[in-house]
Structures are given as C-alpha cells and as structure tokens.
C-alpha cells in the first residue's frame, strides 16, 4: 500500500491526536475525525479568578523518551514544568491520620503506616513462590505476595486514585503487566524489581515510581491545542462517525457532520475512542467483537476544585496529597494539592485542592448533586487537613465514563484488538483501552500503532 491513500484517525483525545502528528510527519494523508467540537478529550484546562483548574488528567509521568521528544518537538518544551520536590512526599490515611509513604528502607522500617507484622510479612516476599501463571485479581495477587495490610493501606489506595478501581476486580495480568512479568520471571517482585532496572535502562524507559511527573505552565490543555495547531485543517471536529464497513479491502466511514451525512473512503482506520463508541462504530465490520469490547466498564468520577485562603487551612501542605484506602470509610478517594506541586495554581495567599469521588468504589458519589458532593468533599478535607472556612471557589466536573477497568479477563479484549489488526488490514486502535491508563501510556499508544503502519507501509 506504501504511503499513499487517505487514512482517517477517529477520535481527537490525545491517542488520536499524536497518531495523526506522527503520522503528518511520516508524509501520509491524515485527516481526524472528533465528535466534538474541541479536542483534547478528558484533557481540560480553565482558568478562573487567579486560579489554573485542570480538570482531567492534571499531569503526567515522563517515562519514555517518546513523550519527552515529542513535547520538546512540538515547541512544549520551555512550558514543560516539573512537580515541587516537596511533591515527592505522597500521605496516605490510617485511623483518620495522615502518613507519609515511606520512600526509603529507612523510613520504611520506621513507619507508622504499617505495623510490625506487616513489615515482617514484606521480607518474606523473595521466598514466596511465584503464582502459577493464570490470571489473579490484583487483590488476590498482592494478598498471597504481601499480606491484607498491604493490599488495605497501599495498593487499595493507589488503585482507587490512580484507577478510580478496585483491586479485587481489576486483572493483574492487564492492568498491571510490569508487575506480574516481574513476578513471573523472577519469583519475586523485590528481586524482579533490582534486576528489572537494569532492562528498563537499556530500553530507555523509566520506571513510574522513579519518572519525573510533570504538567505545563498553563496547564495539561496546552498539549492537545498544539498538536491540533500543527496538524491544522486536517482535524475535523462536530464529526461523528456513525458506522465503519469493509469495502474492498478499503473502509467506508458513514460521517455526520453539520447536520448531514456523508460518506467517504479510506485505506487506513486508527480508532481511538472510548469503547462504546468503539463497540458503535465496528457493529457492521464485526458485531460479536463489538458486543465485547462495548462491555469495558468505565465507573463514574467527580472532580471537585476547591481553593482557600491559605491562613483557612490548619495542616502544612508539604506534599503530593493523599489517597484514602476504603477500609477508612471515607466518603471521597483523595485529593491532591495542586497549587504545592506545580506554580501559578492559584493566587498569591491562596492554596487549591482537586478531590475525587466516586469510582468503582462509590460510583453514586459522583452522581451526587453539587450541593451534596461540595459537602462530602469538604467533610473530608475538614477532617484530613483541617479548614476555619469555606472554599473561595468551588469548581466541579463530572466524568460519567471516566476510566477504563482493565478488569479480570480483560487481556481477551486486548487479544480482540491484536486479533482485528490481524484480520483486517488496515484497521489499528490506539488510546488508554490498550496497554494502560495514563497520559503517558495513551501517547505509547499512538506511537507504537504508528510505527506498526509505518512498518506495514514499507
């Protein structure tokens, strides 16, 4: 096929997006099909008296060197800044107290996060023998290597902030690939975890709890609006498309646009929307496989930015935030400080805080209205950090389908779309459904499915 013919990306967030830019510089015909009429998906900047309110991803992990080349590229680079070194102090709660997460075997032994009992526990990983191979829930995974507390006040908490999931139903074996090949390689994931940096050196890669987080002066939106910049008219947005078909090793897209339908042939696809849209899109090509990926669940999640005077709040905000494991009984799953982790947050005197709610773990609190999810936001807070007043501001977004849950059986849905690439030439997906949720792992997307066409052009 070479590099001649049209190719279409499906979907502006920021998977589609980068496809397309590498895909402009390879010299192919791209043109990019949003629904919408902004791009950038769940990346969404404002800006509200004297306060930066991110209200989707609010920054990202730099762990590979294609994210770093790729902002420096596109003219991002002097706007790149880096968490505080202060952020690096990450708390989670226990018996309704803050606790630093120990980042040293110093600190780890000294720590009161976790009891005696289960420090011990924790050497006793290297002599575990390895599972068996099959699939486990990351509960039953972190229970039979680590222990209940472990799984209660570490990795119930980062799941739940990180995912918006629960560990007793996400899928190690998908949501956590590095983890379990770690443990399958080496018996351990101590031993795994020494040796396994080695290999990430020589690859370049950087490990997420080592990787520099980062976001930009003005926010995460930035990203987006540039690559949308340098790829200009060839973003169409308000296009929706309704149906794709097969056409003589071609593919016919049904595309509504201004209140019409028209149709249009490309020789290559890249989908990179959400599943439901997916499962929409490919019902015609192929139902049954439409019917299963369409089943992904995405749990609801509030975002709630709140500010304060700075002389209001009754804790030093020394650090990331916290995240809230679900045996506290807590009514949100952690808040971050933003205006500590990056500048110009908020105004002079002023500090600024994103809480989320809901989640798998409770997703009817993210449906609450704004009056009740302001209160159990700031019950929290009051209870966390301390407060002597109410929030300056208050601002509240919510995302019906926040995330995707890479839960038990989910490596078949990522065997469906290796499976669909196979079988239809042509068609490639790219976004956070395939090889993990982050900013960072959506754009590795977009650029190993761009080097796969690259190659499958030569």
Request: aromatic share 10%; net charge positive.
């Amino acid at each position: 096929m070479g590099k001649t013919g049209k190719t279409a990306v499906i979907g502006a967030g920021i998977s589609g997006l980068c496809a397309a830019y590498w895909l402009n510089k390879h010299g192919i015909d791209v043109t990019v099909f949003e629904k919408n009429t902004r791009v950038g998906g769940s990346i969404i900047t404002e800006k509200e008296d004297g306060y930066l309110i991110d209200l989707g991803p609010n920054s990202a992990l730099e762990t590979s060197v294609e994210l770093r080349n790729l902002i420096d590229e596109i003219g991002l680079g002097k706007e790149k800044v880096y968490g505080n070194e202060i952020s690096n102090n990450r708390y989670v709660v226990r018996n309704g107290q803050l606790h630093a997460i120990p980042m040293s075997p110093g600190k780890f032994i000294g720590t009161r996060l976790f009891s005696a009992r289960a420090k011990l526990r924790l050497f006793k990983e290297p002599f575990i023998k390895p599972t068996n191979g099959n699939d486990l829930s990351l509960a039953d995974f972190v229970r039979y290597r680590l222990g209940d507390e472990f799984l209660d006040y570490a990795i119930n908490p980062f799941v739940a902030g990180v995912y918006a999931g629960d560990p007793e139903n996400l899928s190690t074996a998908a949501a956590f690939p590095k983890l379990y090949a770690l443990e399958q390689k080496y018996g351990s994931f101590i031993k795994g975890t020494i040796k396994g940096a080695r290999e990430r050196k020589k690859r370049n890669e950087v490990a997420k709890d080592r990787a520099k987080l980062f976001s930009f002066i003005s926010g995460m939106q930035i990203f987006p609006q540039t690559l949308a910049e340098k790829l200009g008219d060839r973003i169409k947005t308000g296009a929706g498309i309704l149906n794709l078909t097969e056409l003589s090793g071609k593919y016919k897209l049904h595309i509504r646009q201004d209140g019409q339908v028209r149709e249009d042939i490309f020789d290559r696809i890249v989908i990179s929307v959400p599943t439901d849209e997916q499962a929409r899109i490919l019902k015609d090509l192929t139902p049954g496989n439409a019917q299963r990926i369409g089943e992904t669940e995405y749990p609801p999640v509030g975002v709630v930015f709140t500010g304060f005077r700075k002389k209001d709040i009754l804790r030093d905000l020394d650090g990331f935030g916290y995240l809230i494991p679900k045996v506290e009984n807590k009514q949100t799953l952690g808040t971050i400080w933003s205006s500590t982790i990056f500048p110009e947050r908020a105004p002079e005197g002023y500090a600024a805080f994103t809480t989320f709610v809901g989640g798998s773990r409770q997703p009817e609190n993210a449906e609450l209205n704004d009056e009740k999810l302001t209160e159990i936001v700031l019950s929290d807070l009051k209870a966390l950090i301390g407060l002597k007043d109410n929030p300056v501001i208050v601002r509240i977004k919510r995302w019906p389908r926040a995330i995707p849950q890479y839960t038990m059986g989910y490596t078949e849905i990522q065997r469906i779309y290796n499976d669909l690439e196979d079988k239809f030439p042509g068609l490639y997906f790219a976004g956070n459904y395939r090889r993990g949720i982050g900013m960072g792992d959506s754009v590795l997307s977009a650029h190993e499915t761009v080097q796969k066409m690259i190659t499958q052009s030569e």
